[in-house]
């Protein structure tokens, strides 16, 4: 079944310098172009501005609304931005006219659970961009362009679409508008009346290119698309509405860009080990460098929730020290995507991508000198063998110098005991399990140890790890034992 989603940004102009997640202008915003206002938001208009009116009318009737020029390269870029995160549900994706993308997603049906679950993603991924869109669907690209253009709506078969389009304004397909004057003067008004026109008499008044939009719309013709294509390498930037003084609320604006960190994954059938969010200063003679997150991953993923949450905490863990004024979000490491194999009988622990997935939230939120592995050096010496790293080094795994009972707990500082009846005492007397194991080690570096090593069982049965310092290593005539470790 042949499926199209089409995304609408009605109000881009004026998100293009306040997104949706931002606060709202104080004394309300206006988009000008050649000096008259093409769009105000509601604090604008609840002051008396309306569509038309002049920059001077503005300055009369609210002197402190916030006025900005129509920025078309930046609307450019944030249909653009729109694109890029709507790869995540199909590689097939056009921009198309009047600030509308459209998707087909024909193929995706089955991946995502359905065309519901897959306009949910579509309203998603704009609103994480911060742009406000009507959504459609159609089994149409041009359909779907017409529907979302109007107010959106779903149309699944070719019979729901006719009917659909049959409701919509005649001026809404674009090559109709230069002959609106005349279809309104006979009384055509929807595009259901305009299709039931004579064909050759409309040919020969308006040309073929509306019947083309019409057959193409309504399925009687091929639609051939031009896909949309992302660079080779990935670097995005936003510039933020307002100053950020806590690195927190930059969470926003870093979700806009792993959208289309995303989608460009997706797309390019990648995932990432290392990324970079670069948090911007002011510039000018007192510039300052970017503050740099870098966020390095054990395994290489491409899933928008882990990377949002790891750039959450990491956040969270970041002193400013400067404002903020623009995010940028760059690739520093990327490889081929591994399709995930599910196995028949999975495991309940969950598989070693979840279990790295959870090693890289520890570290974004705790940093890497708190979580560590072991990595045990070739030593008879317990304190030196065990040592252990950040779990995001690579340091080479050395096997144990010897073959013998370690304990699961390993004191820091081994503790003196205690000699009651000639035994050592830790609660109760020790009593020696095993054969004794002497180290004899450090001598080469000036550290020489000499010791007799002891499992040893106390009376509520837990085990003991002891050590006896032999006699001549030290001045007393009388062995000292001490505790280094305890048995699980």
């Not at 079944?1 to 949706?20: A, D, N, S, T, Y």
């Not at 206006?30 to 509601?42: G, H, M, P, Q, T």
């Not at 006025?67 to 931005?81: C, F, K």
């Not at 159609?138 to 253009?149: E, F, I, N, S, V």
Request: hydrophobic letters at 45%; one cysteine or more; a neutral charge.
């Amino acid at each position: 079944m042949q499926l199209w989603i089409g995304v609408h940004l009605p109000l881009l102009c004026l998100e293009v310098f306040r997104p949706k997640w931002s606060y709202e202008a104080p004394d309300g915003l206006a988009v000008l172009e050649k000096e008259r206002v093409i769009a105000a938001d509601s604090l604008a208009r609840r002051a008396g501005i309306r569509i038309g009116m002049r920059r001077g009318g503005v300055l009369t009737l609210a002197p402190h609304t916030v006025m900005h020029d129509r920025n078309a390269t930046g609307e450019v870029d944030a249909v653009r931005e729109l694109a890029t995160g709507l790869l995540n549900l199909s590689p097939q994706v056009v921009i198309a006219e009047e600030s509308t993308v459209l998707v087909d997603v024909s193929a995706s049906l089955r991946l995502f659970g359905g065309i519901r679950s897959l306009r949910k993603m579509a309203r998603g991924v704009a609103d994480a961009i911060g742009l406000s869109a009507t959504v459609s669907v159609a089994p149409t690209g041009q359909g779907a362009w017409m529907l979302a253009r109007h107010r959106g709506g779903i149309a699944l078969s070719h019979a729901s679409l006719t009917r659909a389009l049959g409701d919509l304004p005649v001026g809404l397909p674009i090559p109709a508008r230069c002959h609106i004057d005349w279809l309104t003067g006979i009384g055509c008004e929807m595009v259901g009346q305009l299709i039931r026109l004579p064909r050759a008499g409309l040919k020969k008044r308006c040309g073929t290119a509306l019947l083309d939009v019409l057959d193409r719309a309504y399925g009687d013709s091929p639609e051939v698309y031009e896909w949309f294509e992302t660079p080779a390498t990935f670097h995005a930037r936003v510039e933020l509405p307002d100053r950020i003084e806590h690195a927190e609320a930059c969470l926003f604006a870093a979700r806009r860009l792993v959208v289309q960190l995303t989608g460009w994954l997706s797309q390019r059938q990648l995932a990432v080990t290392r990324i970079a969010l670069l948090l911007e200063h002011e510039r000018g003679r007192d510039a300052i460098e970017p503050t740099t997150i870098d966020v390095s991953l054990a395994e290489p993923t491409w899933r928008e929730d882990h990377l949002v949450r790891l750039l959450k905490e990491r956040l969270g863990r970041t002193d400013l020290p400067a404002a903020v004024i623009a995010l940028q979000l760059v690739v520093q490491k990327a490889s081929a995507a591994e399709p995930a194999s599910d196995s028949l009988f999975p495991e309940s622990g969950g598989t070693a991508a979840d279990h790295a997935r959870l090693i890289e939230l520890l570290v974004a939120r705790l940093g890497a000198e708190n979580v560590l592995r072991a990595a045990p050096v070739a030593d008879h010496r317990p304190e030196v063998a065990a040592r252990w790293v950040p779990v995001t080094e690579g340091a080479k795994y050395e096997p144990p110098a010897v073959d013998t009972p370690r304990p699961t707990w390993l004191l820091d500082a081994p503790i003196k005991l205690l000699m009651r009846g000639e035994r050592p005492f830790y609660g109760s007397p020790l009593r020696t399990v095993s054969s004794g194991e002497r180290v004899e080690a450090g001598w080469f570096r000036g550290e020489v140890v000499t010791r007799d090593y002891f499992v040893a069982e106390a009376d509520d049965h837990i085990c003991y790890w002891i050590y006896r310092e032999r006699i001549g290593a030290i001045a007393e005539d009388e062995p000292r034992w001490y505790l280094h470790g305890l048995f699980g």
